[in-house]
Nanobody, 124 residues
Framework: QVQLVESGGGLVQAGGSLRLSCAASGDTISMYAMGWFRQAPGKEREFVAAVSWSGSSTVYGDSVTGRFTISRDNAKNTLYLQMNSLKPEDTAVYYC?????????????????WGQGTQVTVSS
């Protein structure tokens, strides 16, 4: 099974940018559709973006469309999330996840493997 480790989170001012990475080990991510989710304190986990196995197809949550870009490098076994024009409401723990059989998948319940998360804090 695949193990996922997120990195790249931190503190940024509103309007700034961050790039999150999700490094995979134990299996090749080309076998998985990959997604990003986020969870703010007291809120449910929210779908952010997902990318298909080859990277040719992407879907985004309504709140991030036009600002965030998901991508993958299967040769490096890594998933990315480029976040631009960040807003304070983007503050959350961001998780990457892997799913084997369905596309597109926006529900966290369908994902099989999860990373431990990385904190993103956007100050106003």
């Amino acid at each position: 099974q695949v193990q996922l480790v997120e990195s790249g989170g931190g503190l940024v001012q509103a309007g700034g940018s961050l790039r999150l990475s999700c490094a995979a080990s134990g299996d090749t991510i080309s076998m998985y559709a990959m997604g990003w989710f986020r969870q703010a304190p007291g809120k449910e986990r929210e779908f952010v973006a997902a990318v298909s196995w080859s990277g040719s197809s992407t879907v985004y949550g309504d709140s991030v469309t036009g600002r965030f870009t998901i991508s993958r490098d299967n040769a490096k076994n890594t998933l990315y999330l480029q976040m631009n024009s960040l807003k304070p409401e983007d503050t959350a723990v961001y998780y990457c996840a892997a799913e084997t059989t369905l596309w597109p998948v926006r529900s966290s319940n369908e994902y099989d493997y999860w990373g431990q998360g990385t904190q993103v804090t956007v100050s106003s």
